[in-house]
């Protein structure tokens, strides 16, 4: 049986509408989410999970950690992402960096994998379907060792695994390097014309004025002790190993 400890979720929202005439100078960041969650698996008591640490780390800071410290207690932060731009104005169209990767930071060689998650809430925070994730662009890099499970993944939600064994005190290459909310949310709009005294008034309202995005990512470790049956019983999927400890999705 796995073992698996989670650490809380620590809110943060994005806002990227705030005003419904000024669209750009209005936009703030409220908060975002990072969390971690970790697996050990203790085949013939080899491993204990005291063994495992995760960090997430985003452009290059540490967001969030858990790691064993001693008599039973973990050292452990939970964070938020995109805090660098509580005080931007986020503007559809715009790159802004967003590197996220991980650190092994237990004292064991591990497994890593990272689930993303995006969503949309209207102005009143109920979630809403009717804008696609696709638009809350964090551009996953290529070439990285990162690969994405297609089959588990949809539109809200996207998962990635380490294909090399992270040695301890070892990092990933960064999974993403940019975040862009796409341009196309800002063309919607209505117009009110009002007549006063003889001028005409225009104003312009953005359908999507109060809305917020949300980007959560978790990080999981699982040991390379009996890899594919720990991996199994840990994440659910079933891995190919080579001589070089390198894992494959069947």
Known sequence: MSKKKKMPLGGLTVALLSASVV????????????????????????????NIGVSLVENDKVVSKRDYASNGTWDETTGDLLTALKEEKIVPGKQYEEAIKVTNSGSIDSYV?????????????????????????????????????????????????????????????ALSDTLTIDGSIATKVKQD???????????TTYAYDGYNFQIEAEADAVQTH?????????????????????ISLR
Request: net charge negative.
């Open 193 to 203: 014309v009002t007549e006063k005294d003889g001028y005409q008034t225009i104003t």
């Open 226 to 246: 009996n890899a594919q049956d720990a991996i199994k019983s840990a994440w659910g999927v079933d891995v190919d190993v080579d001589g070089n400890g390198n």
């Open 113 to 173: 994998r990272v689930i993303l998650k995006k969503s949309w809430t209207n102005k009143e925070g109920v979630k809403d379907t009717s804008l696609s994730p696709d638009l809350i662009d964090l551009n996953l890099t290529d070439g990285n060792g990162w690969v994405v499970d297609e089959d588990a993944s949809t539109t809200e939600r996207t998962i990635l695994y380490y294909t090399s064994i992270l040695p301890a005190g070892s990092s990933t290459l």
């Open 23 to 50: 669209l750009l100078a209005g936009s703030t960041i409220g908060s975002a989410r990072a969390a971690l969650t970790y697996y050990s698996e203790n085949y013939g008591a080899q491993v204990e999970v005291s």
